[in-house]
T-cell receptor, first 112, second 113 residues
Framework: AQSVTQPDIHITVSEGASLELRCNYS??????LFWYVQSPGQGLQLLLK??????LVQGIKGFEAEFKRSQSSFNLRKPSVHWSDAAEYFC??????????FGQGTELSVKP | SQTIHQWPATLVQPVGSPLSLECTVE??????LYWYRQAAGRGLQLLFY??????ISSEVPQNLSASRPQDRQFILSSKKLLLSDSGFYLC????????????FGQGTRLTVV
C-alpha cells in the first residue's frame, strides 16, 4: 500500500538558516510526488511537484526538492528561511485515480 | 481559470445534530472531487472521493457520508454528529485525467460540542 512518512513532527530553525524537511514514500511504481504548505486555518498551497525527468525540482517561494529513488525520498529544502515560512508542510504521493496520500505533516517554526 | 469554493468556513454544532458541508468547483468539467479531514497531529486523511455524478468511494468507515448531485458539487453530510467528527475538513479537486496535483479549498473548521 502507498504511504508517506514525514519523520519530523516539529522543526525549529533560525531565520536565515537552511532548512531540510524529510519525506519518505512507499509506492510500487514511479511516483508522483508533491509538497504542500498550509498556513494556520487555511487550505493547502502547492509548493512543488515531481512527475518525471530532472530529479531536482524547483518550486515557489525559493523551495526545492530532490527525488531519490534509491532512498524512496523526496526531501524539501530551502537555503535561507524567512519568518513567513513558518507553517505546516505536507508531503504527498499521487495514488491510483488521482488520490493523494499525505504524510503526517511537519510544523516549521522560525526563530528571529 | 478554475476555482474551488467551500463553505462554511467555521461551524460549531452540538452532538447529535446533522451536518452539511458544501464544495463547488468552477471552470472545469468532470473533475475528480475529494473530501479530506485533518485532525490535530494526524495529517490529512482521505474520507471520500468521486469521479463522477453519483459515484462516491469511501476510504474509511465513519459517521459521515458524501454525495455528488451535480458535476461540480460535492457535499459532506452526517445525520448525527459525534464529538470525534470535530476537525478541519478540506475539499479538493483535480482533473478527471488524474496525474496532477490536487487543488484545495480553504477548509471548514468543525467543532462538535
Amino acid at each position: 500500500a502507498q504511504s508517506v512518512t514525514q519523520p519530523d513532527i516539529h522543526i525549529t530553525v533560525s531565520e536565515g538558516a537552511s532548512l531540510e524537511l524529510r519525506c519518505n514514500y512507499s509506492y510500487g511504481a514511479t511516483p508522483y510526488l508533491f509538497w504542500y504548505v498550509q498556513s494556520p486555518g487555511q487550505g493547502l498551497q502547492l509548493l512543488l511537484k515531481y512527475f518525471s525527468g530532472d530529479t531536482l525540482v524547483q518550486g515557489i517561494k525559493g523551495f526545492e526538492a530532490e527525488f531519490k529513488r534509491s532512498q524512496s525520498s523526496f526531501n524539501l529544502r530551502k537555503p535561507s528561511v524567512h519568518w513567513s515560512d513558518a507553517a505546516e508542510y505536507f508531503c504527498a504521493v499521487g495514488a491510483r485515480g488521482g488520490k493523494l496520500i499525505f504524510g503526517q505533516g511537519t510544523e516549521l517554526s522560525v526563530k528571529p | 481559470s478554475q476555482t474551488i469554493h467551500q463553505w462554511p468556513a467555521t461551524l460549531v454544532q452540538p452532538v447529535g445534530s446533522p451536518l452539511s458541508l458544501e464544495c463547488t468547483v468552477e471552470g472545469t468539467s468532470n473533475p475528480n472531487l475529494y473530501w479530506y479531514r485533518q485532525a490535530a497531529g494526524r495529517g490529512l486523511q482521505l474520507l471520500f472521493y468521486s469521479v463522477g455524478i453519483g459515484q462516491i468511494s469511501s476510504e474509511v468507515p465513519q459517521n459521515l457520508s458524501a454525495s455528488r448531485p451535480q458535476d461540480r458539487q460535492f457535499i459532506l453530510s452526517s445525520k448525527k454528529l459525534l464529538l470525534s467528527d470535530s476537525g478541519f475538513y478540506l475539499c479538493a479537486w483535480n482533473p478527471w485525467t488524474g496525474g496532477t496535483e490536487a487543488f484545495f479549498g480553504q477548509g471548514t473548521r468543525l467543532t462538535v460540542v
